[in-house]
């Protein structure tokens, strides 16, 4: 197993932030997720995804984060008052707007 320091993998979160065009997060103002290790979420995410947001949802609520390897933090909403703000608030505030451009000049 292949080990990263805190600063590779700070390194590498902005890295991958700035090849999918995100702006970076401070973690802290992150809500609460898993504890487990990113590469063991990554895992679970890809292979049992369904279950995994459903327990992550049972245990964090209707706001959660999941680290995964390779991509920024993915912060979970599942309330629809919550999402609303997201997609129609500030963009200074809100990066929804970001990812939404870089999906429409994918689907070009």
């Known amino acids: 197993m292949?080990?990263?320091t805190r600063g590779e993998a700070?390194?590498?979160c902005r890295r991958a932030c700035s090849l999918l065009g995100m702006s970076q997060i401070a973690s802290t103002a992150l809500p609460p997720g898993p504890r487990l290790p990113a590469w063991v979420q990554t895992i679970l995410f890809m292979r049992y995804w369904p279950r995994f947001v459903s327990a992550c949802g049972?245990?964090?609520g209707k706001c959660?984060?999941?680290r995964a390897l390779v991509v920024p933090p993915m912060v979970y909403l599942a309330?629809?008052?919550e999402i609303k703000k997201v997609f129609a608030?500030?963009?200074n505030?809100?990066?929804a707007g970001e990812a939404n451009a870089n999906a429409?000049?994918?689907a070009r």
């Open 89 to 91: 608030g500030d963009p």
């Open 64 to 66: 959660f984060t999941i």
């Open 2 to 4: 292949i080990e990263e």
């Open 79 to 81: 309330d629809p008052a």
């Open 58 to 60: 049972r245990r964090y």
């Open 10 to 12: 700070v390194h590498n």
């Open 104 to 106: 429409g000049r994918a």
């Open 93 to 95: 505030s809100f990066t």
